[in-house]
DNA sequence: GCGACAG
DNA sequence: ATCTTGTCGC
């Protein structure tokens, strides 16, 4: 008697989701607009043509972190500075589990949702801080198809973005360590790499900084009360 | 066959 | 992403 090949581990499934993530970037893609189309301007004083109350002012970052005890548990974050002063004007983050794993080249499938639901929840409730341009942490366009999760929030959240990766895929290290900015949506290199030199205290521009060291600072006190495992 | 592979 | 100690320096 034979038996039935067993299936190697969700093999066919994974394949299936993984030729639909393929399809979905190639969709999205069409819609990504590369070079400046915001409202808004930069250091618009004393330019002809400057209008009160359209400078940049909130700028949003988003990160998550995770559980150290259930990889699958993790912490959405999002936070709004102010562009000038880089304080911190709004943060909120959503504890979830993810259902979707780590897929190098489909991140945006497994961290997006989350972003996406924290920005809802501020344009749904007409937060005066909702963000004129969005900083994300992991590539934009430096994508083996050119469309990362800085692309992908930023098409569907209709957002200009940025994306800052830490680690830049199929690169060595430097002898600094550097960070690697992608444009998202709607922004040029050249306005995204002005904005986020002006938006550095440290390596890692603030909006992802903040973003991150709140968000793991969430995820620890939740931990040390228990409610994580 | 082995290494690389955003977070 | 996360596991991990100390250490050098401003």
């Not at 936070?79 to 190098?104: E, N, R």
């Not at 098409?155 to 690697?180: C, D, H, W, Y």
């Not at 890692?204 to 973003?211: C, D, G, K, L, T």
């Amino acid at each position: 008697m034979e038996e039935a090949p067993e299936e190697p581990l969700q093999s066919r499934d994974s394949w299936r989701d993984h030729q639909t993530w393929i399809t979905t970037q190639d969709i999205l893609r069409e819609k990504l607009i590369t070079d400046d189309s915001f409202s808004w301007k930069l250091s618009s004083e004393g330019e002809p043509g400057y209008k009160k109350g359209e400078e940049l002012r909130y700028v949003g970052g988003v990160d998550i972190s995770f559980s150290k005890d259930d990889p699958s548990k993790a912490c959405g974050t999002l936070v709004v500075l102010d562009f000038h002063t880089l304080q911190v004007l709004y943060q909120d983050f959503s504890f979830v589990t993810l259902q979707v794993p780590y897929v190098p080249g489909f991140l945006a499938f497994r961290e997006a949702p989350v972003l996406q639901q924290l920005l809802e929840k501020m344009k749904r409730s007409d937060n005066p801080f909702y963000p004129q341009l969005l900083m994300v942490d992991g590539n934009g366009i430096l994508h083996p198809r050119g469309f990362g999760l800085a692309c992908h929030i930023g098409v569907e959240a209709n957002l200009p973005t940025i994306g800052i990766g830490k680690n830049a895929m199929r690169s060595t290290q430097g002898s600094i360590k550097p960070i690697f900015i992608s444009i998202g949506h709607m922004i040029s290199l050249q306005t995204a790499i002005m904005i986020v030199q002006k938006t550095c205290k440290f390596r890692v521009p603030e909006p992802i900084r903040q973003a991150d060291i709140r968000s793991r600072d969430y995820i620890r006190k939740l931990e040390m009360n228990g409610k994580v495992t």
